[in-house]
């Protein structure tokens, strides 16, 4: 609970106008539960959380593995009820987002089944070339979508940095942007193409194009200044 204090302090500080007083959000902590969190995979979990599911038009389930804990973690059969329970939710117009652990293979943990009623699944993963100096650094893959598709389905690469004014702020971009605009960095300091490659994780013949591109955009710049 005192972490979540902290979280929602420094967001709404970074905000550029106060929240509303009345703002419809609702948390429920375990910090505060003294019998512990429902298990929303039980008839009896479901009912007691049922009056915080009516008032909200978007649910988060944060997290699978601790909130749904009847049946093994890969058996499918074990999420039937909570397959249920959702699109129970999604027919009376609510929203309901799952959060999950990845496991060792960069894949959900368990069973895949979870996934078939799903509109849209979304993985985060580091980036290869991450540092622990970045902090809130992380890609963005939409792994499967419905409803939207080409260059609204493109992964982002996305941060959460501290600007000048000391405010939070998120930024984000294209992996594809992401990626050229480090190679770009790394070539005005004087890397060279392989030493680039190994860097960032990439093939020397990504590098090569977004070196390509930084010469062609360097040429069109040139090429519009007005010499005296």
């Known amino acids: 609970a005192a972490v979540l204090q902290e979280r929602f302090r420094q967001l709404v500080e970074s905000l550029p106008e106060d929240p509303p007083e009345d703002l419809p959000l609702s948390i429920l902590t375990p910090d505060f539960q003294e019998f512990g969190m429902p298990d929303l995979s039980s008839e009896e979990g479901q009912t007691k959380l049922e009056h915080l599911v009516k008032k909200g038009d978007l649910v988060i389930v944060d997290n699978i593995s601790t909130l749904i804990r009847n ?12 397959q249920a329970w959702a699109l129970r939710q999604r027919a009376q117009g609510k929203t309901i987002l799952f959060v999950h652990h990845a496991g060792k293979t960069g894949d ?14 979304i993985s985060l993963k580091r ?14 893959h939409f792994t499967k979508t419905r409803g939207f598709y080409g260059a609204d389905a ?20 294209t992996i594809k942007e992401s990626t050229y ?20 994780g990439i093939s020397r013949q990504a590098v090569n ?9 360097r040429k069109a710049v ?7």
């Open 71 to 82: 049946g093994r973690e890969n058996e499918s059969d074990s999420w039937v009820p909570i």
């Open 108 to 121: 959900q943990r368990g069973s895949s089944k979870r996934e078939d009623a799903l509109d849209t699944v």
């Open 127 to 140: 980036p290869e070339n991450y540092s622990t100096e970045e902090g809130c650094r992380f890609e963005v």
């Open 154 to 173: 493109e992964p982002l690469d996305l941060r959460l940095q501290t600007n000048l004014a000391g405010q939070l702020e998120w930024t984000a971009m």
């Open 181 to 200: 605009e480090q190679v770009a960095g790394y070539l005005s300091e004087g890397f060279k193409q392989t030493e680039i490659a190994n860097k960032l």
């Open 209 to 217: 194009k977004h070196y390509q591109r930084a010469m062609d955009s």
């Open 222 to 228: 040139l090429s519009t200044r007005s010499f005296p």
